[in-house]
């Protein structure tokens, strides 16, 4: 699929920072139909790295940054972490500040985006926690009332309508989000320009690589 004529630029997303590029990234694909061929595709973040490396993707966009010699890695934002609760909870109507993060009695519902813990969760899962990289399970138990789903702010669905956004104001570290690619000498010289142009208008870097 992901041949053609043309310059082709092969955007890999980690799930969950899809849907918040996905208007920008169409955008910028009609914009300039004419120079190139915008492809992108969705997998979770631990394979992210897979696909830079083996040559599938000409850019990744990932909560973890790649650490190989062949890449190059630019932080693109921070996302705060808010705390999302099925509206019927009781948790809904309360004040959040007068929550007890350390003595918690509920359920945290963590995503581990194929890794074996949660990306941006700064302690391992408690007994009754559900950590697992299917982000469509984990909102599935958020809509049935099943615990707490802490995430980056990028990540809450636009039509979100079962659930309610607790925003702690208290200290907690914001989520990162990377730009990943291969040094510059592996692309061609159009297409390392168009990476460039496409990284500065819709991931917003000063360079590429």
Known sequence: RWQGVRSTLRICLA?????FYENSIEDYSMRYASELDLEYVSCPDA??????????ADAVISFTPQYSQAATTSM???????????????????????????????????????RDHCLWWPTLPRRGDVCCGDLENLFDLLRKGKGVL????????????????????????????????????????????????????????????
């Not at 990028?154 to 079962?162: A, G, H, N, Q, T």
Request: net charge negative; aromatic share 12%; glycine share 4%.
């Open 47 to 56: 394979d992210c790295d897979h696909q830079l490396q083996a040559y599938k």
């Open 150 to 209: 802490p995430i980056p702010e990028i990540m809450v669905p636009e039509d979100l309508s079962y659930a309610r956004i607790l925003r702690p104001n208290y200290e907690v570290d914001p989520c990162r989000i990377y730009c990943s690619t291969l040094r510059s000498s592996y692309y061609e010289p159009e297409k390392y320009r168009q990476l460039q142009k496409l990284c500065d208008e819709v991931f917003m870097l000063d360079s590429a690589g």
């Open 15 to 19: 799930e969950g920072i899809s849907s």
């Open 76 to 114: 693109i934002l921070e996302s705060p972490l808010v705390f999302l609760v099925n509206k019927d909870d009781t948790l809904a109507r309360g004040d959040v500040m007068r929550l007890s993060w350390s003595k918690r009695t509920w359920t945290f519902l963590l995503y581990s985006g194929g």
